[in-house]
């Protein structure tokens, strides 16, 4: 069964650094996502991605956070100078159509820890 | 503006009785719902979901929820627990508002009890 991947699965980093989380979308899907999850709370949106330009983010999503597909089968997230506040866990999604209209399928998620 | 209640933070039940997770849903659009479960150190995986065709939507592992718009609800239910459901649950709800984005309930732990 396809499935998003996602790697590495923890990274440790440290305060100021820059990290780039990979997700590899399910191959016939067009719209992409990342998603954050601090320990303890909700999952919240971060960004949407489509045809090659980001479709809507959130409020967290500042000038610290860019999101690239590098190779058409890639989908990255970098975080320019690591705040200890961006400890989380990091979902990539994707799905065929928009979310209202169907599913999207998440990854296992990437555990960044800022120390 | 869309978003969701997830009433219990944490339920716990016995092996074989019934579970119910309870959700409410606020939207200003048709919505579609979907119930997750993420297991322990695990990602996010599809339980259900409602996209405006039955209102009573069954989904994987015995699980199932019904779309109740009169009480803006859509509560999981499953008749018989069994030890491997134990993990957190997520309500989230999408709409034609935001052509993206899922807005996630703040999760319910479900405990099994043996």
């Known amino acids: 069964e396809p499935e998003v991947t996602q790697t590495p699965s923890h990274q440790v980093t440290q305060m100021g650094q820059e990290v780039i989380l990979r997700c590899v979308p399910i191959?016939?899907?067009?719209?992409f996502y990342w998603y954050r999850q601090i320990l303890g709370q909700k999952v919240e949106f971060l960004v949407s991605?489509?045809?090659?330009?980001?479709?809507?983010k959130s409020e967290i999503f500042d000038d610290q956070f860019s999101v690239e597909r590098p190779d058409g089968s890639n989908f990255t997230l970098k975080i320019r100078s690591t705040k200890l506040e961006d400890s989380a866990m990091y979902f990539c999604?994707?799905?065929?159509?928009?979310?209202?209209?169907?599913?999207?399928?998440f990854g296992q998620g990437t555990r960044l820890t800022v120390v | 503006a869309q978003s969701v209640t997830q009433l219990d933070s944490h339920v716990s039940v016995s092996e074989g009785t019934p579970v119910l997770l309870r959700c409410n849903y606020s939207s200003s659009y048709s919505p579609s719902l979907f119930w997750y479960v993420q297991h322990p150190n695990k990602g996010l995986q599809l339980l259900l979901k409602?996209?405006?065709?039955?209102?009573l939507v069954k989904g994987i592992n015995g699980f199932e929820a019904e779309f109740k718009k009169s009480e803006t609800s859509f509560h999981l239910t499953k008749p018989s627990a069994h030890m491997s459901d134990a993990a957190e649950y997520f309500c989230?709800?999408?709409?034609?508002?935001?052509?993206?984005?899922?807005?996630f309930g703040s999760g319910t732990r479900l405990s099994i009890r043996p």
């Open positions: 409602y996209t405006s065709a039955a209102t």
């Open positions: 991605f489509y045809n090659n330009e980001i479709s809507e």
């Open positions: 999604a994707s799905s065929v159509r928009p979310t209202p209209n169907t599913e999207a399928f």
């Open positions: 191959s016939n899907h067009l719209y």
């Open positions: 989230a709800v999408s709409d034609h508002s935001s052509a993206s984005k899922i807005i």
